[in-house]
């Protein structure tokens, strides 16, 4: 089972896997947590290039190191997981190069949908958690992070977008989620973090 995480910045999906995590830990279930990009060894070294605010990268560069990461972290991580009958959580998947770079950055999303199937050999989700929330709150939690963390610069590069730019993500995200009902689930996450939870634990109720 692949379940993938996604949302603008600052949408609690991180909080809301570290609490479905905790829940899986404490009814002894094996899981796999991950995330995108930095899946990998390899992703690693990409992941610092990618967020890195000082990098000014050309929408096409961003792309390829985006499917690059992606391609190493299934065939490292994710398909041998799978193959293990194992349950693979990740922060992020190829949904968010078709929204990022495709409604974001402008590039033309059917491109995007056949240069994903061939980078991860046509694996996509079981089910896409998607954490819905306004632009204007979003990114004010995740700036407020980056400056508590001390991570501006370093993991700054989509926060210093402008809000036109986190406005197109959200919508995005929500129309590319109605072209694929049959593994999108989508959480309000304009709510308290508990709730969040409660919202994500009912769309798995019955799989765990
Ligand atoms: P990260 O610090 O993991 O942010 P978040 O906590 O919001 O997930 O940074 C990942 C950034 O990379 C995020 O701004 C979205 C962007 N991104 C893309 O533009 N395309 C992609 O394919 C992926 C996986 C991420």
């Known amino acids: 089972m692949f379940i993938s995480f996604e949302g603008i910045e600052g ?4 909080t809301a896997l570290e609490g479905l995590c905790a829940v899986l830990t404490q009814k002894s279930l094996a899981f ?9 060894a390899l992703g690693k070294a990409l992941r610092a290039l990618l967020l890195d605010a000082r990098n000014k990268l050309a929408s096409e560069a961003e792309l390829f190191l985006y499917l690059a990461d992606r391609a190493q972290h299934v065939h490292e991580v994710i ?4 193959d293990a009958g194992g349950l693979v959580l990740s922060d992020r998947y190829a949904d968010s190069t078709i929204v990022y770079q495709g409604f974001g950055r402008g590039l033309d999303v059917s491109t995007l949908f056949h240069l994903n199937e061939t980078a991860v050999s046509g694996l ?11 632009p204007e709150e979003g990114l004010m939690r995740a700036q407020n992070r980056n400056l508590r963390m ?4 370093s993991e700054g590069r989509f926060e210093a977008e402008d809000l036109a730019f986190h406005k197109r993500i959200r919508e995005g995200y929500l129309s590319w989620a ?8 989508i959480v309000d996450a304009a709510v308290p973090p508990g709730e969040v939870l409660a919202q994500t634990m009912a769309h798995l109720q019955g799989i765990f």
């Open 32 to 40: 796999t947590r991950t995330r995108e990009p930095g899946g990998s």
């Open 178 to 185: 109605q072209r694929h009902p049959e593994r999108f689930r």
């Open 11 to 14: 949408s609690g999906k991180s």
């Open 150 to 153: 001390g991570t501006a610069i």
């Open 79 to 82: 398909r041998p997981t799978l």
């Open 124 to 134: 996509w989700p079981d089910i896409t958690l998607l954490f819905d929330l306004a």
